[in-house]
């Protein structure tokens, strides 16, 4: 039985297996999905799986990595993690992947609300951070939609395959249940 953090009726955020690495494989080098990352040009390969997961464990204190599993059979469909974890400033970087035949039905703003809660509630973080590149309308729909507010953008920033150089688009949320002063 994998282990879950966070979970709504269709959507479970649980620990990566060693079960999940080839499907992970597969869904990190479909070029669709794979446009969008910070280096698309950057190649996947099955060796580096045990890396990637050995990494999990190594260097928990700064990212966390977890599945997004989906409907009753808690299918493996994707990642969301949360990246350059300052516990001193309390914040982190939120990223995500899911298989790009589950795009479209609202998984990934249900994991995406699912880690909010699991940063904010349980890692009690003031701020979680994100960045798009601009013709990604997609993910920014999902940050939207979870209250992320735009901040700024990196004009020309990224090289994105059929659209060239990209705007990325910086997006940030805050904990509400924090009072500022």
């Known amino acids: 039985m994998r282990p879950l953090i966070m979970e709504s009726e269709d959507v479970k955020i649980g620990l990566i297996t ?3 690495l080839q499907r992970l494989y597969e ?3 479909n070029p669709k999905g794979a446009r969008f990352i910070r280096d698309p040009t950057q190649i996947f390969y099955p060796e580096d799986l045990d890396d990637f997961y050995d990494g ?3 260097n928990k204190e ?3 990595i977890y599945a997004v599993l989906y409907g009753k059979s808690a299918e493996f469909i994707g990642t969301i993690g949360l990246y350059d974890i300052d516990t001193k400033n309390s914040y982190a970087y ?3 992947g899911i298989d790009q035949k589950f795009w479209g039905r609202g998984i990934t703003t249900k994991a995406v609300s699912l880690m909010m809660k699991y940063a904010f509630d349980t ?3 003031r701020k979680l951070i994100s960045s798009v590149f601009e013709p990604n309308i997609a993910s920014r729909k999902v940050l939207e939609k979870n209250g992320f507010e735009e901040v700024g953008r990196y004009r020309r920033h ?3 395959p059929g659209y060239g150089f990209a705007d990325e688009v910086l997006f940030e949320r805050f904990n509400e249940k924090i009072i500022y002063i």
């Open 158 to 160: 990224g090289y994105v």
């Open 123 to 125: 890692m009690h973080l």
């Open 27 to 29: 869904i990190f080098n």
């Open 62 to 64: 700064k990212t966390r």
């Open 94 to 96: 939120i990223a995500f």
């Open 18 to 20: 060693r079960e999940d």
């Open 56 to 58: 999990l464990r190594r």
